[in-house]
């Protein structure tokens, strides 16, 4: 049975689009005004879908503050064709499911999180409506939190993500995995936009995150 610290504790939200009617909106122009970031890949990350976290948008010479600020300096590493990997690292042996079913060692995520730090995405919304976000994570404390902004102006404040602790005794807390489907409601625009994703609270420190997902509601 899962200990008390790591009941569920997190809260859904529904955010709603503020500054701007949903008549009228330009597909065209918004990720890229002003912004130096351009999609990993060469293409914008699609919504609905699963947005790999390592796939965070790419700047100019690698530059801290433009698609990501992170603590520690980039480097190049094999998880990425940019010089600019940050905290990624693979999975390796021993990662697991809260179920306790072993994950595919191979599998790359965002790790050695602190607070304050971010990544942008450059995505696609292929229609207007409301997404339930989610995503796959590990963390180790309760009250753990994320927050979510779209350009321009939609944002999510912050999204509590609950623990994995507790759930496999003797696993490296950091190494148990939950995927989580409904995080947040977030209604979206259709067309491109850039997608900042920020570790919120303290309590995010360390915090792992695999992917993140978007849903149309029905």
């Known amino acids: 049975m899962r200990s008390y610290f790591a009941m569920r504790n997190y809260r859904r939200f529904f955010v709603l689009i503020t500054g701007f009617s949903m008549l009228g909106l330009s597909s065209v122009g918004w990720a890229g005004d002003g912004y130096a970031g351009v999609p990993y890949g060469g293409q914008p990350r699609q919504i609905p879908g699963i947005i790999q976290a390592e796939h965070y948008d790419v700047a100019p010479t690698n530059t801290d503050g433009i698609t990501f600020h992170y603590n520690r300096p980039a480097r190049k590493a094999a998880f990425r064709t940019t010089d600019d990997c940050i905290g990624l690292t693979r999975y390796g042996n021993g990662h697991v499911t809260i179920a306790g079913a072993p994950e595919d060692p191979d599998q790359v995520y965002l790790g050695y999180t602190h607070a304050g730090e971010w990544v942008k995405y450059s995505v696609h919304v292929a229609e207007p409506g409301i997404y339930l976000f989610g995503g796959k994570f590990a963390s180790a404390f309760t009250n753990a939190s994320i927050s979510v902004t779209f350009t ?50 303290e309590n995010a420190g360390g915090m792992n995150i695999d992917y993140l997902s978007f849903t149309k509601k029905p």
């Open 152 to 201: 321009p102006e939609i944002k999510t404040g912050p999204i509590t993500i609950p623990t994995t602790a507790g759930y496999r005794p003797g696993v490296e807390v950091y190494h148990v995995w939950e995927k989580l489907d409904d995080l947040a409601e977030i209604k979206l625009p259709a067309g491109d936009l850039v997608m900042t994703v920020k570790i919120e609270s």
